[in-house]
């Protein structure tokens, strides 16, 4: 009796066993077979943006994250003016050109970031031999040559063009940048002109950060509309949507979507990532010039994240992505700004040194359980 006892719990114990091993691997080939771009396939483009080592081939293990998950891709500085026309008239295009080669060859949706903007841009372009700002003309012609001269060389190649980035405060006043100074408004329209004059087929954005804040919104839409009024050829509104844990408002973020989707242009997320890091800055947008000083309680997390932040993280990315799909008619792509935590700009912005776990897949590659929940909250 003692004897058939064991057995059967012998045997109910390995009956457990095989049932769990088998749920892991079940579990395991789950995660492995199903890749975000297939579970949003119908939906929108989920898309990364790529660093140079990326482009250049060099980070293997992210690459292989890339071409699973994704299928639309954003060159997180290549493009921009500083880096492809250092010097006035002499063009780098060793980066951008493997970088367009790349998603071409993966057959992805490929965007430009970006042609106007005032961050990252050489100090040659505002400026004479001597250092005074050019004219209105100069300033005009420059822009012309430079987004004749990108546009031109990826026509029929890049999808979507970022034409202007930033180019509303959040109040939803101009910004006193130096396209704005010295050529007035009129530079935005004439940005897309010329893009659209080199590119015909390419589809033309205006993207902005804090998108949520209502006074931007308000900024962007009479902005959108006035563009729109002068039969200027304007595609869409790239929502940047680098965001925290307890800010922007879900409704807040809903409202701008929407508005800009009533406007009758497609809407894109372009750079979305989630700090879990604190702040006590009053500024929560994405301006690239803010810079604070280190301080060790502002970096928390230096070693792990603690489970309660994980799980925070894995709520708030799952509600963001709920939205996303709730208005997917309108979207167009979803763009994660940047493959895994440890290449994340925010570990650095709007202080250097710390360590934020901001995007989807870990600094070993590895799938949070958020790229899981996506991908059924895709497929219900
Ligand atoms: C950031 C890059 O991620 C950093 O590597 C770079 O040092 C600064 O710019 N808004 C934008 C992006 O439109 O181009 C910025 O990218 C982040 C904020």
Redesign the pocket.
């Known amino acids: 009796m003692i004897n058939r006892n064991k057995s059967l719990i012998m045997a109910f114990g390995l009956l457990l066993l095989l049932i769990i091993v088998g749920f892991d691997v079940m579990k395991e080939k789950e995660k492995s077979t199903v890749y975000l771009k297939d579970a949003l396939q119908d939906k929108f483009y989920i898309g990364t ?1 790529l ?1 140079t080592d990326q482009i250049m081939g060099r980070d293997t293990a992210a690459m292989q994250v890339v071409k699973h998950h994704f299928n639309a891709i954003v060159a ?2 290549c493009m ?1 003016s500083a880096n492809i026309q250092p010097r006035e008239g002499v063009f780098n295009f060793n980066f951008s050109d493997r970088f367009v080669a790349f998603g071409e060859a993966q057959n992805m949706f490929i965007n430009g ?2 042609l106007i ?1 005032h ?2 841009a050489p100090k040659w372009f505002f400026t004479d031999q001597n250092g005074n700002d050019v004219s209105r003309d100069v300033l005009i012609q420059r822009m012309k040559d430079h987004i004749t001269t990108v546009v031109g060389r990826y026509k029929g190649r890049v999808h979507t063009w ?1 034409v202007v ?2 180019a509303i405060l959040d109040d939803g006043s101009f910004r006193r940048s130096k396209f704005y100074e010295i050529i007035g408004e009129e530079f935005i329209s004439l940005a897309f002109q010329f893009a659209h004059e080199a590119d015909p087929q390419a589809r033309l954005y205006y ?1 902005d ?1 804090s998108m949520s804040n209502p006074g931007k919104r308000a900024g962007v839409v009479a902005l959108v509309k006035k563009l729109m009024a002068a039969g200027i050829p304007i595609d869409g509104v790239g929502m ?1 949507a ?1 965001i925290g844990l307890d800010h922007p408002s879900l409704l807040d973020f809903e409202q701008s979507l929407q508005a800009f989707a009533d406007l009758g242009v497609k809407v894109s997320i ?2 979305l990532d989630l700090t879990v890091l604190p702040s006590t800055w009053k500024n929560r947008g ?1 301006e ?1 010039s803010d810079q604070y000083e280190y301080q060790k309680q502002m970096n928390p997390y230096a070693e792990q994240l603690p489970d309660s932040i994980s799980k925070s993280f894995h709520e708030r990315y799952e509600a963001f992505f709920k939205l996303f799909l709730k208005h997917q008619q309108h979207i167009e792509r979803v763009t994660l ?2 493959v895994n935590d440890g290449h ?2 925010r570990n ?2 709007p202080v250097r040194g710390r360590t934020d776990y901001p995007l989807l897949f870990d600094r070993q590659n590895h799938a949070k359980p958020i790229v899981l929940s996506i991908i059924q909250i895709a497929n219900p």
Do not use: I, L, P
Request: hydrophobic share 25%; net charge negative; no cysteine.
């Open positions: 943006a660093n997180e500085n921009k970031h970006t903007w961050s990252q970022d980035n930033e993207n950060y940047q680098h372009t750079e994405a690239v700004w940047g994340s700009w650095n912005w």
